[in-house]
């Protein structure tokens, strides 16, 4: 949250998987020199998105965008990103992917991640609800750069 507040100049930052905004809502309101888009596939939690928008101060709302559906096509929806983005988080969303979208997921957050930029993703240890170990959380932080 610091390296939002001390931002100097404009910037993004990006949820993939978004759901219904619950960590991006709180982080847009850092820095006004952050303009943040939300990427969620299922429509019904996008349209939940826009009714909590609704609600909020008009300057937050301009620092608020939407990339629906599928994380792959973000760049080709918002090719400003690319490169001038702080923060990539992803919750629970890689462990859906074959091994070719996570090659291309990572791909795609190095492509935005502005030098000294963070991703943060979290994953279930396995998608297989008879698996035991299935909610057991694993979170990272990595330096894609």
Do not use: W
Request: charged fraction near 25%; include cysteine.
């Amino acid at each position: 949250m610091k390296m939002l507040k001390d931002l100097t100049e404009p910037c993004y930052a990006v949820e993939f998987g978004a759901g219904n905004g619950e960590n991006a809502f709180p982080l847009v309101f850092a820095s006004a020199l952050l303009k943040f888009y939300i990427n969620e596939l299922n429509s019904e939690q996008i349209e939940e998105c826009k009714k909590i928008v609704r609600t909020l101060p008009e300057e937050i709302k301009k620092q608020i965008g939407f990339s629906e559906g599928d994380c792959f096509n973000i760049l080709a929806e918002h090719p400003e990103i690319e490169s001038r983005t702080k923060l990539v988080v992803a919750r629970n969303l890689l462990h859906f992917f074959t091994d070719e979208q996570k090659d291309a997921f990572i791909q795609i957050s190095r492509r935005i991640l502005a030098p000294g930029g963070i991703g943060v993703f979290s994953v279930n240890a396995s998608n297989d609800p008879s698996d035991a170990t299935c909610f057991r959380n694993r979170s990272i932080l990595v330096d894609l750069i």
